[in-house]
């Protein structure tokens, strides 16, 4: 006899369940998911599994959550790309909303803008000003053409008219190596891999994406102050599921996923890793994804970016 959702439901989880991480070993959303992954083991009784799915700036371990069965056995640990990533690359085979249900976010860290010391600008404003009167002679890297860091790059340079040169790196370690090096001008990246660089004075931050200073470089302006109003960026981690998954299984998994980042050892790795420990509903969180995806895909339309 076949079990009933309620009854599968009722049972969950009797085996071990898979968090597909759609990045190599190692990185931001790895460390992010194993810290999330080991208190959801302790909380849910079963092994919580990553599998590392990399490759195709993150839509190989995407896609393969998606073909993956609707019984909460699959989670993903999406980041800020999931939005975006279907309106750069016209070989994504997912839709960011309809396809998957969200959990919880987990984590945040908002974008900042850096450029290397001998950069005479020492503010967003003087930045501009340098930008119009020597147009695309400055220049931001990133981790790649529609990565967090060019999308970011790109809105900059559309809500203030600055025309600086993008130069796409394959990851985005090369493209704030490269600043540190003086061989780009600027980077967009998120304030978690930045902060330490600019603390050890290898980095000059501008502004930060976020609706308030980070507690890390509390001296760095925000681009509201700075004069770039309602810009907010942030690289966001969160879990999803494959859409269709009972209610009671996404109820349930809501739960654990806030009990364990409400865990004050893993807030603690966390802040360590100067990420902001963070939680919402499934509701709020399918909210976020909509506004970033509506977001983004204007942006993309607007200015052409486009991946194979």
């Given amino acids: 006899m076949l079990l009933t959702v309620d009854a599968i439901a009722q049972t969950y989880p009797d085996k071990p369940v898979r968090m597909i991480v759609p990045f190599a070993a190692g990185g ?9 992954g080991q208190r959801l083991s302790e909380l849910l009784g ?7 799915r990399a490759g195709a700036a993150g839509l190989i371990g995407t896609e393969l959550a998606v073909r993956s ?22 070989k994504a085979a997912y839709d960011p909303i309809k396809d998957f249900a969200p959990i919880s976010l987990v984590a945040t860290t908002p974008v900042m803008w850096c450029v290397h010391p001998s950069v005479p600008a020492r ?25 967090l860091g060019h999308l970011t790059g790109e809105l900059f340079k559309l809500r203030t008219g600055a ?30 891999v930045s902060a330490p660089m600019v603390k050890g004075g290898k980095l000059r931050a501008l502004s930060v994406a976020a609706a308030k ?16 109003k309602d810009f907010i960026v942030l690289n966001w981690f969160g879990i999803l599921v494959p859409a269709g998954t009972p209610p009671a299984i996404v109820d349930r998994l809501h ?15 966390f802040v360590s890793l100067l990420l902001d420990p963070v939680t919402n ?28």
């Fill in 123 to 147: 503010s967003v404003k003087e930045m501009i000003a340098l930008a119009r009167k020597e147009p695309n002679k400055l220049s931001f890297g990133s981790g790649g053409v529609g990565s």
């Fill in 69 to 90: 069965p609707a019984d909460g056995y699959t989670l993903l640990l999406a980041d800020a790309s999931h939005s975006s990533n279907p309106f750069v690359y016209r």
């Fill in 163 to 192: 025309q600086i040169v993008h130069v796409p790196y394959k990851g985005g370690g090369l493209s704030v190596s490269d600043t540190v090096a003086g061989q780009i001008t600027s980077v967009f990246v998120a304030s978690a």
């Fill in 213 to 228: 200073r980070s507690s890390v470089v509390p001296d760095v302006p925000t681009f509201d102050e700075s004069g770039v």
């Fill in 281 to 308: 509903t499934p509701d709020d969180f399918r909210t976020l994804i909509e506004t970033e995806a509506a977001r983004w895909s204007k942006l993309i339309k607007q200015t052409g970016i486009g991946a194979d």
């Fill in 255 to 269: 739960q654990d996923i806030a009990k364990s980042v409400q865990t004050q050892t893993v807030r603690d790795r």
């Fill in 46 to 52: 079963r092994n919580v599994i990553v599998d590392n």
């Fill in 28 to 36: 931001g959303s790895d460390t992010t998911g194993r810290i999330i």
